[in-house]
C-alpha cells in the first residue's frame, strides 16, 4: 500500500502563503501523476492542481496565478504553493498520487490537511 504524508495547513490571513507538501512512501514502482484536491463544507472535491511525471501541470481556474504546484520524483514528493490565499480558498486539502504499486495503477489519497483563510 501506499502512504500519502501531507503537510503545511494552518491558519492564515487573506493574502498570506502557505506551502503544503506530500510525500508518498511504499512497495511504489512508479508515481504518474501527484495532484492536490480541496473540499470544502457542504461542496464536492475539486481538483486544485495536478502534476504528471514528465512535468505536465493542470490547475483550477480559480487558482492559476495563485498556487504553484511541483514534485521531486526522486523523493516521491509533490509541492503546493499557495499565494494570495482568499477566503474561499478554505478547504481540506488532499494529496493524491496515481501510482504502480504491485504491477497494478491506482489511485492513492492522503489524509487531508486544513487550510483556513481568514477575512
Known amino acids: 500500500q501506499v502512504q500519502l504524508v501531507e503537510s503545511g495547513g494552518g491558519l492564515v490571513q487573506a493574502g498570506g502563503s502557505l506551502r503544503l507538501s506530500c510525500a508518498a512512501s511504499g512497495s511504489i514502482f512508479k508515481i504518474h501523476r501527484m495532484g492536490w484536491y480541496r473540499q470544502a463544507p457542504g461542496k464536492q472535491r475539486e481538483l486544485v492542481a495536478a502534476?504528471?511525471?514528465?512535468?505536465?501541470?493542470n490547475y483550477a481556474d480559480s487558482v492559476k496565478g495563485r498556487f504553484t504546484i511541483s514534485r521531486d520524483n526522486a523523493k516521491n514528493t509533490v509541492y503546493l504553493q499557495m499565494n494570495s490565499l482568499k477566503p474561499e480558498d478554505t478547504a481540506v486539502y488532499y494529496c493524491n498520487a496515481d501510482a504502480t504499486v504491485h504491477f497494478v495503477v491506482n489511485a492513492y489519497w492522503g489524509q487531508g490537511t486544513q487550510v483556513t483563510v481568514s477575512s
Open positions: 502534476i504528471t511525471s514528465g512535468g505536465n501541470t
